[in-house]
């Protein structure tokens, strides 16, 4: 979907149109007044005080209505320069546009407002040359927003809206609006019964169902089984842990506004977990260890806590509570390219199993002018940075650098997906530390006898199962791979009386086979209930009547399709067999 921020042409166009929205307000609702009114990546919004008057979506049509009226008569948008003094008198009945005056500096801001017809308002512009270019909009939507987004001050209004140049291309926007809607994660789970949240919990920590659950756990097999195969150690370690670990780590320093408040029990402040690296370097210093112990790779799915604004909670996508796939590698220094190779080769072959195909690597470096965020030694960031641009290098691994993104501790590799809905987040990542093994005085003895600080490669494959699972959903709309269905086969015996006992016959034979089934026994019609498993996105759908019975076997169809396949029961069940383990 385009980012309409990013493209000149439509910016000005949904920046103008945004003042389009103000004047037809202003006509209907003659008390409205107006906070601001920006471009982003979707298109427009404007905050707007009502007074006690609440607009609802059936009063979008109306204000359409009168825009394009505006529209038509085809006024000029003229721009006016004004000293402060002067701005201050023409919106001196205006509380929220007189905020933004007082703010300005006198001298050195060119203070401008535009004019189309009746209407002026305050802004930088720019902005398109008539009304009459502001044929092809659509209202979105309204919701509320706190005045400067300070839950303290008054709620406003905001109306949301988007503005293209040809009625072809708004067309186009709006279908691609409806298919989001459609694949948004949170519309699905609500949909497939996958996970729910409610505030009487808490925002931000959504909850799974059974079937929700069912994926999840497969997840969480699915990648444990790799890590397996490739020599990881899986551990256990608490959601818990002291201040003076956090502090130990650094993250207390530079990461404390993420987390949530300390608890004081016993004399010792607690925090909920943030991130795992602290508990798995406490599990590496359990002992020494030899060169020869090296490479030793902890792995854990560990459930972790993050003080997400409210604003940015997104069901599973972005939660306060998460489960994230994580892992810390020990090595040597000459064992930092090996061991890196190997992670990205892991990353691209689950890639390859869930055929991602559209990402991106970042280099994410630190801002050496951020003495706040980043831990102060310059030695260790040029080293730690031009290790990690190396081994890009030599892998052949093309990538674009990004400067501030690192963690507090050093450079990372982060390969960004671009979902099906929303914004491009990170998805993977492996980072390269030289510090906090240094800060938590970890050590092996090499083949001199001496003892040597380790090196530890951070790395998620998954990133959070959550979030790798909301991804998947978008992905797929919901229609899910067979081995990762949560119900991989529906029953439906077309008569109860008759059909039944077969249906329950073939059932139980699946289940022994640890085959994912359900049986819709319900007394309704056969369509209906084909219907509903249609809807429910079950892989494989299977119809019991007359014929299936007397002969002994199994008929099917695949979600999506009217076609039926008859099998024998062995035949059937070997098919089924081997799908899952060709995608698993």
């Avoid at 390219?337 to 990205?344: D, R």
Wanted: proline share 4%; with cysteine; charged share 30%.
């Amino acid at each position: 979907m385009i980012n309409i921020k990013e493209n000149e042409r439509l910016s000005m166009l949904n920046h103008s149109c945004a003042h389009l929205l103000a004047q037809a307000v202003k006509h209907l609702y003659p008390q409205a007044k107006f906070w601001v009114g920006p471009v982003i990546e979707e298109g427009f919004y404007y905050d707007i005080d009502l007074g006690d008057t609440v607009i609802k979506e059936e009063d979008l049509a109306p204000i359409e209505r009168e825009m394009k009226k505006i529209a038509k008569d085809g006024k000029r948008i003229v721009r006016h320069e004004l000293t402060k003094e002067e701005a201050l008198e023409m919106f001196k009945d205006d509380p929220y546009k007189l905020d933004l005056i007082d703010r300005m500096d006198s001298d050195s801001t060119v203070i401008s407002c535009y004019t189309q017809g009746d209407f002026t308002d305050l802004c930088r512009g720019p902005h398109v040359d008539s009304v009459k270019e502001l044929k092809n909009f659509k209202l979105l939507k309204i919701s509320g927003a706190y005045f400067k987004g300070d839950a303290k001050n008054k709620m406003l209004q905001r109306i949301y809206g988007v503005c293209f140049e040809t009625s072809e291309e708004l067309e186009n926007h709006l279908h691609e609006l409806e298919e989001a809607k459609l694949r948004d994660h949170r519309k699905i789970g609500k949909d497939l019964d996958l996970f729910m949240s409610d505030d009487l919990v808490g925002r931000g920590l959504p909850m799974f169902l059974p079937k929700g659950y069912i994926v999840w756990q497969q997840l969480e097999d699915y990648i444990k089984n790799k890590e397996r195969k490739l020599g990881y150690l899986h551990v256990m370690t608490p959601c818990v842990g002291t201040v003076n670990l956090y502090k130990t780590s650094g993250h207390w320093d530079h990461y404390k506004e993420n987390m949530f408040p300390a608890m004081e029990m016993d004399g010792e402040s607690f925090v909920l977990r943030p991130m795992n690296c602290p508990h798995h370097m406490m599990i590496y210093a359990n002992k020494l260890h030899s060169y020869r112990e090296l490479p030793i790779r902890i792995g854990e799915v560990a459930h972790d806590f993050r003080y997400e604004a409210s604003g940015a909670v997104k069901g599973i996508e972005r939660a306060r509570h998460f489960c994230q796939n994580d892992a810390h590698i020990f090595v040597t220094p000459e064992q930092i390219k090996g061991e890196f190779k190997n992670v990205v080769d892991l990353i691209f072959d689950v890639y390859k199993d869930f055929n991602i195909t559209d990402y991106r690597c970042v280099l994410s470096l630190r801002d050496p002018d951020d003495k706040e965020k980043y831990h102060p030694d310059d030695a260790m960031w040029d080293k730690a940075e031009n290790e990690l641009r190396q081994v890009l290098n030599e892998l052949g691994i093309e990538y674009t650098e990004e400067i501030g993104e690192a963690a507090f501790y050093g450079p990372k590799l982060d390969v960004n997906v671009k979902p099906a809905v929303g914004n491009e987040y990170t998805l993977s990542t492996c980072q390269l530390d030289f510090c906090l093994p240094a800060k938590f005085d970890l050590k092996y003895v090499d083949a001199d006898g001496e003892k040597k600080t380790p090196v530890v490669l951070h790395r998620a494959i998954l990133g959070s199962l959550d979030r790798f699972m909301a991804y998947i959903l978008e992905e797929t709309k919901g229609n899910l791979p067979l081995w990762l269905a949560p119900v991989q086969i529906m029953i439906i015996p077309v008569n109860n009386e008759y059909h039944l006992e077969y249906a329950k016959e073939i059932k139980e034979l699946l289940e022994n086979h640890n085959i994912r089934v359900e049986l819709d026994d319900r007394e309704e019609k056969l369509s209906y209930r084909m219907r509903e498993a249609q809807t429910s996105k079950v892989p494989i759908t299977l119809i019991i009547g007359d014929k299936e019975k007397e002969a002994k076997n199994i008929s099917y169809r695949l979600f999506g399709t009217s076609e039926t396949t008859t099998l024998s029961q062995d035949e059937f069940v070997d098919y089924v067999l081997n799908q899952i383990k060709a995608y698993k």
